[in-house]
């Protein structure tokens, strides 16, 4: 069985309370929070400041992170970040969260989800192409895999 490979990470944001952030994800493994330097232009055009992303570090199959480990209670905990992240955006600001991966030729995978503070969501996975897909022709569509 060959091995999934992949990666993921958010756009840049504005959040309410910059500490406020940090704490809620402090202790989640396998991420890295980065913000944007204003001083060497990064910048995006309508913010005022540098905003944050959140890359993922390490993990199985560099997905987002779902769970963890309580040292306290020594229990596994489940979670669901694009929520956690949800709660400390700034008004009018949007999350985007990106992952894909590939095990070798096989099948490519990947989806993405924007997600307000009002947590108002959306989703998106690349097999929805299959459906848009049907729109344009009658003739039956094979999947990209295998």
Do not use: C
Not at 36 to 58: K, T
Not at 83 to 90: D, G
């Amino acid at each position: 069985m060959a091995n999934f490979y992949g990666s993921a990470r958010t756009n840049y944001f504005k959040v309410k309370d910059q500490l406020a952030f940090y704490k809620a994800i402090e202790n989640i493994s396998d991420i890295e929070v980065v913000r944007q330097n204003p001083i060497r232009g990064e910048v995006p055009e309508g913010h005022d400041f540098g905003g944050y992303a959140i890359l993922v570090s390490d993990g199985d199959n560099g997905g987002f992170p779902s769970s963890g480990w309580d040292e306290a209670n020594e229990v596994e905990v489940e979670f669901d970040l694009v929520y956690i992240v949800a709660e400390h955006l700034a008004d009018g600001e949007v999350a985007i969260f990106m992952e894909s991966g590939a095990e070798k030729m096989r099948y490519v995978d990947g989806y993405a989800t924007a997600i307000n503070n009002k947590l108002e969501r959306r989703d998106i996975s690349l097999n929805d192409i299959y459906d848009v897909a049907k729109e344009l022709t009658t003739s039956n569509i094979t999947r990209a895999e295998y």
